[in-house]
């Protein structure tokens, strides 16, 4: 787990009572993964830096755009190194999504809220080169936490994702943002950094409390 800073105290937000505690569930390229309920409070938020799972993300894509401009086809080859990195990141990525599952127990019934698709997902095959690495992480984290919040029966809904995730969770002003970190410009407002993934996995939380 990484050394983000965590969402500040916000008793105030929205978070109608209901039969769930939504907690929200981001995934990305600088955070891999981050959690937080509607109502951050000290100890409730979650993340996971996950650098070297990154770095043979990057890697299998550097790799790949090499193979692609050899002068003969290298289709059995991408395969080949695919396979290889997919078989140790993928266990790695499903080991965090058990560590998530195992954070939001916490809650009382906790429901994961994470981001609807836009478009038709690219299949992670697709999204293996450069051109794609953006949505090759996110896209594999966000299928593990699914799949081990089935297994453990505990709900996943997905909405809109919030047209400005980098506006701060307690006083809505557009934050800087500078290695995984969201600084708040307002003097006023209790947060001054806040990891970037957690206080988008904030936004997602109160909007999985609306929709």
């Not at 569930?25 to 959690?35: C, E, I, K, P």
């Not at 979650?46 to 401009?69: C, I, K, N, P, Y």
């Not at 934050?175 to 970037?196: H, K, M, Y």
Request: proline fraction near 7%; glycine fraction near 10%.
């Amino acid at each position: 787990m990484s050394g983000v800073s965590e969402p500040t105290d916000d008793p105030a937000s929205d978070d109608p009572p209901g039969d769930h505690t939504n907690v929200g569930v981001y995934t990305g390229t600088d955070t891999l993964l981050a959690a937080a309920p509607a109502r951050p409070t000290l100890g409730t938020g979650f993340a996971v830096d996950a650098g070297h799972v990154r770095e043979r993300a990057a890697s299998l894509a550097t790799t790949t755009d090499a193979l692609q401009f050899t002068p003969f086809d290298s289709s059995g080859g991408e395969a080949q190194v695919f396979a290889a990195v997919w078989h140790q990141i993928r266990p790695q990525l499903y080991d965090e999504a058990d560590a998530l599952l195992d954070h939001v127990r916490q809650f009382d019934a906790p429901r994961l809220v994470l981001a609807r698709r836009r478009t038709q997902p690219a299949t992670l095959w697709e999204s293996r080169t450069n051109d794609g690495n953006g949505a090759w992480l996110p896209t594999a984290t966000r299928q593990a936490v699914t799949d081990r919040a089935c297994e453990a029966e505990v709900p996943v809904v997905r909405v809109t994702a919030p047209g400005r995730r980098d506006d701060c969770h307690r006083c809505g002003a557009t934050g800087t943002v500078a290695d995984g970190q969201l600084a708040c410009p307002d003097g006023s407002c209790p947060v001054d950094e806040v990891g970037r993934g957690q206080n988008a996995a904030v936004h997602l939380a109160r909007r999985g409390a609306r929709e």
